[in-house]
């Protein structure tokens, strides 16, 4: 069972309570005031809202939502879907799961909104396989609906919307949440990343046009149509609008969730957890997940939104947010790292099979205390050899965190080197 | 595979505009019945969904969570990834695997557990933790994710 958000907003205001996963709860805490407001509007203007309101995409990439949404064509010649991308796996990222598992419905009546205003008669929610709780709580909450009469034939009652829901389970493949992995998984083949063009909109799923959003993305949409574009803009930066689910990880005094708007400087975001644990000090942050760079502590005063974080060499990601106090051996960390990307390579791309395991097997030998200064130079060379070479971004994300950790602890790396062990005798174990 | 079983999976088909969008949850379900998807298995299916045997030996040796060999009645999952690494679950994975007497991964002589490491499962912020058979349990220490498993049939 998770542990709700230490620090709510308007997503995660009802997350403690358990009714809200029922339909008769979360209508009575005012569920479906944004979808009733979308349908009383075209679907045209519906998606001038949601472009009027700078909502960014939650997944990682943060892409205009939408300006996607504009993507998708205006004719019903063919189906049209939506997927929703809930195969959350980025290494400290678990906001997603929580908001499956406490805001079901949140959700899905983003997805409804979504379907009115790109006209798509179905959406299938991809939920990793291991997240076995929300998809149980996905597909409760879906039934609940059918039941009730408001999916399928006529969706809340409109003649003529016509929206069929599917929740379907991944099943163990980081690459699966790259979102043409992800369309060709849910197709029944191995989630390797197709070449774009054509994108998602033209030829997606099953060939049909297609909008791929992250499961947060999705849960905020409701709240803009009922509350408005510039309640929504009232919280966040300008260019980073609303709020997110900062998850803090690792050596702090309280990990989890916290619903804060984009923009909070990350001093703070560690401040609600409590700072570091036991009073040590900050070593290194690593603030969007696995995949992007560690920031030093000199930078703590970041407001945590992409515009900013991006002007000091990293990018918000999905917001997890993992902290490593000084105890930490950061060939270790680039050990643990290297053989996450090494084991979820999908093996496509040469650049990206065969440097992801090199770049393993480098910070291996330096962390053993076996490496030359010739295994430092190549580890700081095979990065720049992946990034930008493939079909998917996923080789830019294996390389970032290993030139982040590069860039400002290259001391713990030389360290190895010269004293041939790992001369951090506290550090986590491997 | 049981009718019940092939009943199921051709139910499934209307859901997808192509059947073998159903692929992936025919094979849990036929992984449900058996454990693991055999080569027989593997010939089912393709039968079942127009395909060739080798296009679903690639899928389910493509994805972590389908299995072509017989598995213990229970899998354990230890998250290692860097969050719960952090907080010590590289050393919960090893005491366990010592009181278990199962090395780097792999099934309890009698057939009873099969444990593993896995890579991020989305509970970082109540590490260290492990899935058991689907079911999450959070901020363990060795003692308590030891109970657990002992409690396993």
Same mark, same amino acid.
């Given at each position: 069972?998770?542990?709700?958000? @230490?620090?709510?907003?308007? $997503?995660?205001?009802? @997350?403690?309570?358990?009714?809200?996963?029922?339909?008769?709860?979360?209508?009575?805490?005012?569920?479906?005031?944004?979808?009733?407001?979308?349908?009383?509007?075209?679907?045209?203007?519906?998606?001038?809202?949601?472009?009027?309101?700078? $909502?960014?995409?939650?997944?990682?990439?943060?892409?205009?939502?939408?300006?996607?949404?504009?993507?998708?064509?205006?004719?019903?010649?063919?189906?049209?879907?939506?997927?929703?991308?809930?195969?959350?796996?980025?290494?400290?990222?678990?906001?997603?799961?929580?908001?499956?598992?406490?805001?079901?419905?949140?959700? $899905?009546?983003?997805?409804?909104?979504?379907?009115?205003?790109?006209?798509?008669?179905?959406?299938?929610?991809?939920?990793?396989?291991?997240?076995?709780?929300?998809?149980?709580?996905?597909?409760?909450?879906?039934?609940?609906?059918?039941?009730?009469?408001?999916?399928?034939? =006529?969706?809340?009652?409109?003649?003529?919307?016509?929206?069929?829901?599917?929740?379907?389970?991944?099943?163990?493949?980081?690459?699966?949440?790259?979102?043409?992995?992800?369309?060709?998984?849910?197709?029944?083949?191995?989630?390797?990343?197709?070449?774009?063009?054509?994108?998602?909109?033209?030829?997606?799923?099953?060939?049909?046009?297609?909008?791929?959003?992250?499961?947060?993305?999705?849960?905020?949409?409701?709240?803009?149509?009922?509350?408005?574009?510039?309640?929504?803009?009232?919280?966040?930066?300008?260019?980073?609008?609303?709020?997110?689910?900062?998850?803090?990880?690792?050596?702090?005094?309280?990990?989890?969730?916290?619903?804060?708007?984009?923009?909070?400087?990350?001093?703070?975001?560690?401040?609600?957890?409590?700072?570091?644990?036991?009073?040590?000090?900050?070593?290194?942050?690593?603030?969007?997940?696995?995949?992007?760079?560690?920031?030093?502590?000199?930078?703590?005063?970041?407001?945590?939104?992409?515009?900013?974080? =991006?002007?000091?060499?990293?990018?918000?990601?999905?917001?997890?947010?993992?902290?490593?106090?000084?105890?930490?051996?950061?060939?270790?960390?680039?050990?643990?790292? =290297?053989?996450?990307?090494?084991?979820?390579?999908?093996?496509?791309?040469?650049?990206?099979?065969?440097?992801?395991?090199?770049?393993?097997? $480098?910070?291996?030998?330096?962390?053993?205390?076996?490496?030359?200064?010739?295994?430092?130079?190549?580890? =700081?060379?095979?990065?720049?050899?992946?990034?930008?070479?493939?079909?998917?971004?996923?080789?830019?994300?294996?390389?970032?965190?290993?030139?982040?950790?590069?860039?400002?602890?290259?001391?713990?790396?030389?360290?190895?080197?010269?004293?041939?062990?790992?001369?951090?005798?506290?550090?986590?174990?491997? | 595979?049981?009718?019940?079983?092939?009943?199921?999976?051709?139910?499934?088909?209307?859901?997808?505009?192509?059947?073998?969008?159903?692929?992936?949850?025919?094979?849990?379900?036929?992984?449900?019945?058996?454990?693991?998807?055999?080569?027989?298995?593997?010939?089912?299916?393709?039968?079942?969904?127009?395909?060739?045997?080798?296009?679903?030996?690639?899928?389910?040796?493509?994805?972590?969570?389908?299995?072509?060999?017989?598995?213990?009645?229970?899998?354990?999952?230890?998250?290692?990834?860097?969050?719960?690494?952090?907080?010590?679950?590289?050393?919960?994975?090893?005491?366990?695997?010592?009181?278990?007497?199962?090395?780097?991964?792999?099934?309890?002589?009698?057939?009873?557990?099969?444990?593993?490491?896995?890579?991020?499962?989305?509970?970082?912020?109540?590490?260290?933790?492990?899935?058991?058979?689907?079911?999450?349990?959070?901020?363990?220490?060795?003692?308590?994710?030891?109970?657990?498993?002992?409690?396993?049939?």
């Amino acid at each position: 069972m998770n542990v709700e958000p @230490y620090v709510k907003n308007y $997503l995660s205001e009802h @997350y403690g309570d358990d009714s809200f996963q029922t339909l008769a709860g979360y209508e009575a805490k005012g569920g479906f005031a944004g979808l009733r407001k979308a349908l009383a509007q075209t679907p045209e203007q519906v998606v001038e809202i949601v472009k009027a309101s700078g $909502l960014r995409g939650r997944g990682g990439a943060g892409f205009a939502t939408g300006l996607k949404w504009s993507f998708m064509p205006k004719t019903n010649e063919r189906m049209k879907v939506i997927v929703v991308n809930g195969d959350e796996s980025e290494p400290g990222s678990f906001k997603d799961r929580m908001i499956m598992e406490r805001g079901p419905f949140e959700v $899905l009546e983003g997805i409804i909104i979504g379907a009115w205003a790109m006209g798509a008669q179905r959406a299938y929610i991809y939920v990793r396989g291991e997240y076995t709780r929300a998809i149980r709580t996905l597909e409760a909450a879906v039934k609940e609906l059918y039941g009730k009469k408001r999916l399928g034939k =006529s969706t809340f009652g409109v003649k003529g919307f016509d929206l069929d829901i599917v929740v379907h389970s991944g099943a163990g493949a980081y690459i699966c949440g790259e979102e043409t992995g992800l369309l060709e998984s849910l197709e029944g083949k191995k989630g390797q990343p197709r070449k774009k063009p054509p994108f998602p909109a033209q030829h997606g799923a099953f060939g049909l046009p297609t909008t791929v959003n992250n499961i947060e993305t999705f849960a905020h949409v409701p709240f803009i149509l009922d509350r408005g574009v510039e309640w929504f803009k009232s919280r966040g930066t300008e260019k980073s609008p609303g709020t997110t689910l900062f998850g803090v990880s690792g050596h702090v005094e309280r990990p989890g969730l916290f619903e804060l708007p984009l923009g909070t400087p990350l001093r703070e975001v560690l401040g609600h957890a409590g700072g570091v644990r036991g009073g040590r000090r900050l070593k290194g942050v690593m603030p969007g997940g696995l995949s992007m760079p560690v920031l030093p502590p000199s930078e703590l005063e970041v407001p945590m939104a992409e515009e900013f974080l =991006s002007q000091r060499g990293t990018h918000l990601g999905t917001g997890g947010v993992m902290v490593m106090d000084e105890s930490v051996c950061m060939v270790r960390v680039a050990t643990v790292v =290297s053989y996450f990307f090494r084991d979820e390579s999908c093996g496509q791309c040469t650049q990206c099979r065969e440097g992801t395991a090199w770049v393993h097997k $480098l910070c291996q030998k330096i962390e053993r205390g076996r490496a030359s200064d010739a295994d430092l130079a190549l580890l =700081s060379d095979v990065p720049k050899l992946m990034e930008g070479q493939t079909i998917c971004a996923f080789a830019d994300a294996a390389a970032w965190p290993i030139q982040g950790l590069l860039r400002h602890f290259r001391d713990d790396f030389e360290a190895h080197l010269r004293e041939q062990k790992c001369p951090f005798p506290e550090s986590f174990e491997l | 595979m049981k009718a019940e079983t092939r009943a199921e999976i051709e139910s499934l088909f209307e859901r997808y505009p192509q059947k073998r969008g159903a692929l992936l949850p025919a094979i849990y379900l036929l992984q449900r019945e058996k454990g693991h998807v055999d080569a027989e298995g593997t010939r089912e299916l393709a039968a079942l969904f127009e395909l060739q045997p080798i296009q679903v030996l690639e899928v389910l040796s493509f994805y972590n969570m389908f299995y072509t060999e017989p598995q213990g009645r229970h899998h354990v999952y230890v998250c290692t990834n860097l969050p719960c690494s952090l907080r010590g679950s590289r050393t919960l994975l090893r005491q366990l695997e010592a009181h278990l007497g199962v090395h780097g991964g792999g099934t309890t002589a009698d057939g009873r557990v099969t444990i593993c490491h896995e890579e991020c499962l989305g509970s970082c912020g109540t590490a260290p933790m492990m899935s058991v058979d689907g079911t999450y349990h959070e901020n363990l220490d060795f003692e308590a994710a030891r109970r657990i498993i002992d409690g396993l049939e």
